[in-house]
């Protein structure tokens, strides 16, 4: 964790910041370790700090590391002035994402002779290369979804409900080793798997039906995100043509990523693949994202991204196409990317199942 505390100084010193204020749990956990669900980090030229108040005492010195820990009983902010970790002149950046409007009002009142400066995605573009253990933990969030995929397949049949699904997914993965919810499943049948993040409903399956299915597992803090699309009984044709269209459209974009490729240009090799097909306009959403202690992190890939894809980045692939009030598809993996050779992290069949 040091030589990620390290990079957020390089970064720091590149723009003119002589502290920084980490207020994401996430970016907390990334750089101190820390997995509880209040705390703030202050890190200077050469000290650290991580504050939290007298509920985590214990939790804190259990789990914290390369940082002084300072416990309060109310104000999260009061150690910044009591001990003048903050000083006057001091250009202090904090994170534009996630620092809520409340603190950064009282920042404001508590200091007025300092200059804060926004700053966006400065650990996110730090965490986006994977490191060999933060691999070897979402290999086995990938190992364990689909372990729950296996699992919950043979509970996939008409006449249950959407919801009676996702609470399948949710007890699976628990019972399995997942830690938390990486989100709430997404279970969505018939006209309804056309809605790209359709909420599970008490919907029955019906035959014909095509049923998204989207969820995670986490393994020490890492998730995995991965959807399956099952059919109820035969599906229309041209259901039937459109997976077979993004089921060879992840397959080609988990065969082109390359370190150094730009998120834009993985996404057009799926696009241009699913046009060719037919299928233009019912691909209406990004291709994938990275993945990490976050669901949802960088680098994005998608129609307008310059993000680029550095080697040991992990990253979804989930084309999909969707026809309102008939039904969608989307076929999702995690793919991990480097010098030599892509891997896929979430061991499942893309194949269509058809179940009764």
Not at 11 to 22: D, H, I, K, Y
Not at 146 to 175: C, H, N, S
Not at 200 to 225: H, K, N, T, W
Not at 271 to 276: Q, S, V
Request: proline residues 5%; hydrophobic residues 40%.
């Amino acid at each position: 964790m040091q030589d990620r505390i390290d990079r957020v100084r390089k970064q720091m010193r590149a723009a003119g910041l002589t502290s920084f204020l980490v207020s994401s749990l996430t970016h907390l956990r990334y750089l101190f370790g820390f997995t509880g669900s209040n705390g703030m980090g202050l890190i200077t030229s050469d000290l650290c700090f991580f504050v939290t108040d007298w509920r985590y005492r214990d939790q804190a010195a259990e789990e914290v590391r390369n940082a002084e820990i300072v416990i309060v009983r109310r104000d999260m902010l009061a150690p910044l002035k009591d001990r003048q970790l903050v000083q006057a002149g001091d250009q202090l950046g904090f994170e534009a994402q996630h620092l809520s409007f409340r603190l950064f009002s009282q920042l404001h009142k508590l200091f007025d002779n300092i200059k804060f400066v926004a700053t966006e995605h400065l650990i996110e573009k730090i965490a986006i290369p994977k490191e060999p253990k933060e691999i070897a933990s979402l290999r086995r969030a990938g190992a364990m979804a689909g372990a729950v995929w296996d699992q919950v397949l043979p509970f996939i049949r008409r006449g249950v409900t959407e919801m009676d699904v996702a609470a399948e997914v949710l007890y699976r993965a628990r019972k399995l080793g997942s830690e938390i919810e990486a989100f709430d499943p997404i279970v969505a049948s018939g006209p309804r798997s056309a809605l790209p993040h359709g909420r599970s409903s008490q919907r029955r399956l019906q035959p014909g039906d095509f049923v998204v299915i989207d969820y995670g597992c986490v393994a020490e803090g890492y998730a995995a995100d991965v959807t399956r699309t099952v059919a109820v009984g035969e599906p229309p044709a041209k259901l039937r043509d459109a997976y077979a269209a993004v089921k060879s459209a992840c397959e080609l974009a988990c065969e082109a990523a390359r370190p150094g490729m730009k998120g834009s240009d993985l996404d057009e090799v799926a696009r241009k693949h699913l046009e060719a097909c037919g299928f233009k306009e019912e691909f209406n959403h990004s291709l994938g994202h990275g993945l990490g202690l976050d669901v949802h992190s960088l680098p994005r890939l998608g129609p307008e991204s310059k993000d680029i894809i550095p080697a040991n980045a992990v990253v979804t692939i989930e084309p999909g196409v969707y026809f309102p009030g008939l039904g969608g598809v989307r076929i999702e993996d995690d793919l991990l990317v480097t010098e030599t050779g892509n891997e896929v992290l979430t061991p499942m069949s893309r194949e269509l199942i058809v179940v009764e």
